[in-house]
């Protein structure tokens, strides 16, 4: 048995969906994707993929914003890896990863770190992926569960922080 409901959010991300779509309506709908079927850490309810495509100057806008938040506020909302796309002089993609510090991603702390799974990378080029995942609490070939959530998961309380912080952002 595992530690949390059956397709159901860890509470961390359930306030982060909330307060996200709260304050950007470009998220509001189907722009966040959360639990999905395929025994992934979506199926954990540990998941986010905020739809903001990386080639669009708008929506790389809004997502560079989430994602200086979400580094500024880390120590709050906990959060454990981020995956998402800038874009170099040529039209090249910079796919990187930014561990959070939690559940053993490797890279250095809050920095950008290259992702070099090229198929993952460009899979992260039209979203931000971010995730409360602890590899070490897989449950071994578990599909419906996949992982028990580790207590950073069970973070709350940063939604006003992080609304206020979204919309004194220069965009609005
Ligand atoms: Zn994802």
Known sequence: ?????????????????SALQSVIPELRGNGIGTI????????????????LDSTDDYEKMIADDIIAALIDMQGQ???HDILYTDWLPGNR???????GGGGGYGGHRLM???NHNTA???????????????????IPGDTVFVYDWPSD???????????????????L
């Open 36 to 51: 999905r079927q395929d025994g992934s850490r979506h199926t954990a309810g540990l998941a986010a993929d905020i739809m």
């Open 112 to 114: 950008k770190n290259p």
């Open 153 to 171: 998961a069970r973070s709350t309380g940063f939604s006003q922080g992080l609304m206020s912080r979204l919309m004194l952002s220069s965009r």
């Open 77 to 79: 909302i906990r959060w």
């Open 120 to 138: 993952l990378g460009q899979a992260h080029e039209n979203h931000i992926h971010v995730d409360w995942v602890d590899f070490s609490l897989r």
């Open 93 to 99: 993609p910079f796919h990187y990863h930014i561990p």
């Open 1 to 17: 048995m595992a530690n949390h409901p059956v397709n159901t959010l860890c509470p961390a991300l359930a306030e982060l969906v």
